[in-house]
């Protein structure tokens, strides 16, 4: 990635030149990223501390290639709302950050770390107690920069430090797989974390999920598992683990192992990730639990007495198109697009052979792709009809148990109800409607 290596090369120029250690400096450097063409721009010293490796490497990568390398760091304000949770206690120790990237949480931890007379002391203290890994050593060298230009924007006198020694002075801040490096856990009291999130396949030995599954979870349980009893751990995660109906397992397993402390809905990581996530804050225990009896980690319940699945059965509309083989003899078929909203419709028009499950009308569909910010999450279409109809897999389908239009109607005012869409914003950020969030949504008095 050659726009990062001018990136770093003016990275380390900074550290080199004594007037960066002065608020003049701070205001007026820049690190000119020559020969782009229209994305040509300066960052300043405050941006490298906030934003300009994300910027840097927006220029250089496309949004799928950092999806997939999961390369997107974290910005300041929620690094700092991060490390807003550990306890004092927990900063007397090593902290470490085993998916270090750039170095912003480990800049955020080196905010509450004294600051000496001196560069080369300042940081040679900041050494012995900052550890991170990262699988990138351009992203390794990154961190270990930022750190000393923190270091020098909060006061320590300039030491004329060259970029080399930085490895000398930050042994700990190393390339490395968290995945696979438990010696780095040893001796940390505080962990902090914000793992990948992109999809991969869950290792043969993953006991609470098979297929594809995202990232963070398998570099969280790893952290957790690796964490000696009475470690603070403070992550940011992607909100289908704490939300998803697939992770329930996963959430079980992270409960056996550890205290939990604080789960907050944070909202959306950044605007390029456009994923919403969570801030969870536990402590190891020193004693797994053989069972848990209720999920800190679920979303908050509701004092509601009735639920939506005490009324309906809910299922995934089971029609996959581009793998349907068509056996069953012609029948009506609903796909989300074109489907009208907020309305009674017949299913009278599209047919088409399908296979697996059909559903007898009246039944209500709800679409399943929702996102924060919608005005409605849970859109709803009444489905009428004397056959048997065909739900396409991008529908969730409620059959009333009573078998009413009548309960239908209720379902449907119900969906379109304000609390509604407030509650699922609670209950759910993820981007698809899950089986059990409609099941467990409140039916409004």
Aim: net charge positive; hydrophobic share 40%.
């Amino acid at each position: 990635m050659s726009v990062l290596s001018t990136y770093l090369r003016e990275t380390e120029a900074c550290l080199i030149d004594e007037n960066a250690r002065t608020a003049d400096y701070r205001g007026q450097a820049a690190f000119a990223l020559r020969g782009y063409g229209a994305v040509s721009a300066a960052f300043r010293v405050d941006a490298l501390l906030d934003g300009g490796p994300s910027a840097v490497l927006r220029i250089a990568l496309s949004v799928e290639e950092q999806r997939t390398s999961g390369a997107f760091f974290t910005g300041r304000a929620l690094a700092r709302k991060l490390v807003k949770v550990i306890p004092e206690c927990a900063w007397r120790g090593d902290i470490l950050d085993p998916t270090c990237g750039a170095g912003d949480l480990l800049l955020a931890a080196a905010a509450r770390l004294p600051v000496r007379e001196g560069l080369a002391e300042t940081l040679s203290e900041w050494g012995k107690r900052l550890a991170g890994s990262d699988v990138s050593p351009e992203f390794v060298r990154l961190a270990r920069l930022r750190l000393a230009v923190l270091a020098l924007t909060r006061g320590a006198n300039h030491d004329r430090m060259a970029a080399p020694e930085l490895g000398r002075v930050f042994p700990r801040i190393a390339q490395g797989d968290a995945l696979h490096a438990a010696a780095q856990y040893e001796n940390a009291t505080c962990i902090l974390l914000n793992p990948p999130f992109g999809p991969v396949h869950a290792p043969p030995d993953c006991a609470w999920a098979t297929g594809r599954i995202t990232a963070a979870a398998l570099f969280a349980e790893k952290a957790i598992g690796n964490a000696w009893p009475g470690t603070h751990l403070a992550m940011i995660l992607p909100d289908v683990l704490r939300s998803g109906s697939r992770y329930g397992r996963w959430r079980a397993c992270v409960q056996r192992q550890a205290d939990m402390l604080k789960v907050q809905p944070h909202g959306l990581f950044d605007k390029t990730a456009d994923i919403d996530v969570f801030l969870l804050h536990l402590r190891k225990r020193r004693a797994v639990r053989n069972r848990v009896s209720h999920c800190a980690i679920s979303p908050v319940k509701t004092r509601c007495g009735k639920k939506v699945g005490e009324f309906f059965d809910v299922h995934v509309g089971p029609v996959v198109p581009y793998r349907d083989k068509g056996s069953e003899p012609l029948r009506p078929y609903i796909a989300a697009k074109g489907l009208p909203r907020w309305c009674t419709w017949e299913a009278c028009g599209d047919r088409k052979r399908t296979d697996g499950k059909g559903f007898r009308p009246p039944f209500v569909v709800v679409r399943r792709t929702s996102r924060p910010g919608d005005a409605h999450r849970a859109t709803g279409t009444i489905i009428t009809g004397h056959e048997e109809v065909a739900v396409e897999n991008h529908l969730l389908a409620l059959t009333p148990k009573d078998g009413t239009l009548r309960t239908c109607r209720q379902l449907l005012a119900r969906l379109k109800d304000a609390r509604t869409t407030r509650w699922l914003d609670s209950r759910i950020r993820c981007r698809h409607l899950t089986v059990s969030a409609v099941k467990e949504l409140p039916w409004w008095d």
